[in-house]
T-cell receptor, first 109, second 115 residues
């Protein structure tokens, strides 16, 4: 089993739709969790850290379920500019950052 | 300021060339990373430096040689590369503070083409 797994997609959704991504991880000792977005031919950019209590930033909501070892990202009212690859990153402690394969999102007009 | 800078942005080199990639950050981060990323794949860890010492080497071929001259700078020396080494090379940094969640910040990358 891979350490961090994501559905690669692509998810093709119309503008204004709500879309949700899940990410599962295998290391139960993982300490911190992140969502990054990466545009084509650009570097990953931090979208959100994911906290145990869940957190929201505008149209984006991230949740963590430690018991089931998954994190989720919900995007409401999708914009064309949300089209990107969303990378789930899990930190197993210290400098041990493990990337998921990424989920591609295309928001269509 | 969460900026990591990398030079050059693009690099084309022959298989007999020697070149270096450079990375710099002024956030006081004491961990720095090199990643390699191929198209449609996630970043793949190559090296980690913690407090200017190499702490992780993910079995990278010796034609890639990292160097951390000081806490702000990270270099990747390239020699006798193969065409399959063509990729986006990403530098990242993170803080090391007990009890504080480490977050990685990435530079814009160097797009390398080996001919």
């Amino acid at each position: 089993r891979k350490e961090v797994e994501q559905d690669p997609g692509p998810f093709n959704v119309p503008e204004g739709a709500t879309v949700a991504f899940n990410c599962t991880y295998s290391n139960s000792a993982s300490q911190s969790f992140f969502w990054y977005r990466q545009d084509c031919r650009k570097e990953p950019k931090l979208l959100m850290s994911v906290y145990s209590s869940g957190n929201e930033d505008g149209r984006f909501t991230a949740q963590l379920n430690r018991a089931s070892q998954y994190i989720s990202l919900l995007i409401r009212d999708s914009k064309l500019s949300d089209s990107a690859t969303y990378l789930c990153v899990v930190n197993g402690g210290g400098q041990n950052f493990v990337f998921g394969p990424g989920t591609r999102l295309s928001v269509l007009p | 300021d969460t900026e990591v800078t990398q030079t050059p942005k693009h690099l084309v080199m022959g298989m007999t060339n020697k070149k270096s990639l450079k990375c710099e950050q002024h956030m006081g981060h004491r961990a720095m990373y090199w990643y390699k990323q191929k198209a449609k794949k996630p970043p793949e860890l190559m090296f980690v430096y913690s407090y200017e010492k190499l702490s992780i080497n993910e079995s990278v071929p010796s034609r890639f040689s990292p160097e951390c001259p000081n806490s702000s700078l990270l270099n990747l020396h390239l020699h006798a590369l193969q065409p399959e080494d063509s990729a986006l090379y990403l530098c990242a940094s993170s803080q090391i503070l007990a009890g504080i969640q480490e977050t990685q910040y990435f530079g814009p990358g160097t797009r390398l083409l080996v001919l």
